[in-house]
């Protein structure tokens, strides 16, 4: 039954509609839009430089950046989903002027292209937050967080399980050299002193003769594969000898066996280890579908288990919730990747900071110095500092820092007022290379102490290892974070920097797994990140400073159009 008094509107799907332009369907408030701003910013050369030219024409590189920032801002990493875009999305429909290149292009620009521009066109962009008054370069948060690398959580290859495995390979070494050395004896008797006979005599006891030296003065040695190799070359070369003397094949067993044994299982065993140290480059841990990720504890435990993952720790700086500097991370301990991660800002010569902020992981006598060395302020407290100014602490007896000092005589006194003498200076290296000083106070005597069980777990004397330069440059940054007004307002607002730059990408963005592997493409894809972080918040505050022009004016920071995320 149909009723004449509903109405429709024309709905056509084969009419040819004009104009043909979907600009007008992109909104003016459309991120999109500060895209193809940002990117037709960018200088042509820093793109086009690792173009060859000649062959099938390319597409556009600025186009390609345009489509992988944008999906980045939507939360898209995946190439497919980008190629999919560029086919149904209205905003990168007209980003990419009605070009649909196909995932593969799109995962090659972003891994082999942008591989050598990706510094560059993100300095760019923090050169232009900056000369546009976005942020400024006075103040540098610092934060770091782990995020999980795409590979095989199961393929791991434990770097102290590998030195056990050299140790052990090593022993058994000890035993065939030796055996060889008899083996050689007996057959300088026989067939008196062939010249490979000699040689592995003289390379076997060699070998050895260095193994029990090196044991005796770092308690650990192993035999490296090159000296395998040696090993090897000698015996074949015994068994030509043998050969030119028309030497029977018993003869030639022994010395089989032992090459066999050389070139199938020691050989390549040792190299593996050699090849495993070297990739692991001092970490503990690294895995076997992606060297560059360590494995480490992430805070998105979802078993509750503690489980490690491969990871890589991403360092950033900030200011106004800006990435002004980003560096990627082996090393799951923030306090080790500080130093790396100023001299590339330092490298890269467009932040010069007065001060640095950052969280107690970072505090650390290494740290403080070289904040001190380089005129730093640094607003970084040590991780026991909060700790301190606890009720509980104060009233602990076993915190000598909450004994008397006689800075007359120089020494501590004990809650049982026994005296804590000076014994002697101490010099303590890191296995990092790091050396601290110490001053070593010792109890005159704790046999009949009755507090010594809540003092200290030595069974002989309490002693105290002071460092003195440690000790002062933590005053400073207590006094700084505990008594000055500016400096506590600096600080307070670090909870809402770095923080926030995470959360947005982490929950807003759903970025919490690299797509790609390897330290340099890791380094591309969170730049990505980073810009598509930068270029968010860019159009939030144009927003903002719209929606706060009351009077109606027309002016803008940096752009002639107010954006939105939508």
């Not at 008797?189 to 000699?198: H, N, Q, S, T, V």
């Not at 010792?442 to 069974?459: A, I």
């Not at 380094?523 to 939030?540: C, Q, R, S, V, Y």
Request: glycine fraction near 4%.
């Amino acid at each position: 039954m149909n009723n004449q008094k509903v109405t429709y509107i024309n709905y056509n799907m084969n009419q040819l509609c004009l104009p043909s332009d979907i600009t007008n369907w992109v909104d003016e408030n459309h991120i999109s839009r500060i895209v193809n701003e940002v990117v037709e910013n960018i200088d042509d050369k820093f793109l086009e430089k690792f173009y060859e030219g000649g062959g099938r024409s390319s597409y556009h590189p600025k186009m390609m950046l345009k489509i992988v920032i944008y999906a980045y801002t939507q939360g898209v990493t995946s190439g497919r989903k980008m190629a999919k875009m560029c086919k149904e999305h209205i905003p990168m429909i007209w980003l990419t002027g009605r070009t649909t290149p196909d995932f593969r292009t799109i995962n090659r620009f972003r891994s082999e292209r942008l591989k050598y521009a990706i510094e560059d066109i993100f300095e760019t962009l923090v050169i232009y937050l900056i000369e546009n008054g976005y942020a400024n370069t006075d103040i540098y948060y610092l934060d770091g967080t782990k995020i999980e690398a795409n590979a095989n959580k199961f393929s791991f290859v434990w770097t102290k399980s590998t030195l056990n495995y050299q140790d052990k390979l090593t022993d058994k070494l000890k035993v065939f050299l030796k055996e060889a050395v008899n083996i050689a004896e007996e057959e300088n008797k026989e067939y008196d002193l062939l010249d490979g006979m000699k040689d592995l005599s003289e390379l076997s006891y060699g070998i050895l003769k260095s193994l029990e030296e090196k044991d005796s003065k770092y308690k650990k040695a192993i035999i490296h594969s090159h000296e395998i190799d040696h090993i090897s070359n000698k015996l074949t070369k015994i068994e030509e000898e043998l050969e030119l003397i028309g030497a029977e094949n018993i003869r030639k067993r022994p010395i089989k066996k032992l090459k066999k044994k050389f070139d199938e299982d020691f050989s390549p065993r040792m190299k593996k280890y050699e090849i495993n140290n070297t990739i692991a480059n001092g970490r503990n841990s690294f895995s076997k579908t992606d060297h560059g990720a360590t494995f480490m504890r992430m805070k998105d435990d979802y078993m509750k288990n503690g489980q490690l993952k491969p990871g890589y720790n991403v360092q950033i700086g900030t200011n106004n919730q800006f990435v002004l500097n980003y560096s990627i991370h082996s090393n799951p301990t923030d306090v080790r990747t500080f130093i790396p991660h100023i001299k590339e800002m330092i490298r890269r010569g467009i932040i010069l900071p007065e001060t640095i902020v950052a969280d107690g992981g970072y505090g650390s006598e290494e740290n403080y110095m070289y904040c001190k060395d380089n005129e730093y302020n640094a607003l970084i407290p040590y991780n026991t500092m909060r700790l301190e100014e606890k009720r509980s602490y104060s009233k602990n007896i076993k915190h000598w820092k909450n004994w008397f000092y006689d800075e007359e005589c120089d020494r501590f006194i004990c809650p049982n007022d026994k005296n804590l003498e000076f014994k002697h200076y101490s010099r303590k290296t890191d296995k990092y290379g790091y050396t601290r000083d110490f001053k070593i106070y010792e109890c005159e005597n704790c046999s009949d102490c009755p507090y010594k069980k809540e003092c200290t777990k030595s069974k002989g004397n309490r002693q105290i290892h002071y460092n003195p330069v440690y000790e002062e440059l933590k005053a400073d940054v207590r006094d700084k974070l505990l008594h000055d007004e500016n400096s506590m307002k600096i600080y307070a607002k670090r909870k809402i920097e770095p923080e926030t730059v995470f959360g947005n990408m982490k929950a807003n963005l759903s970025f919490k797994k690299f797509r790609l592997r390897g330290n340099d493409k890791v380094k591309i894809e969170f730049g990505l990140m980073a810009m598509a972080h930068n270029i968010i918040k860019m159009a939030l505050v144009i927003a903002k400073n719209m929606a706060d022009d009351t009077k109606g004016s027309t002016q803008k920071i940096g752009f002639t159009h107010s954006f939105s995320c939508a």
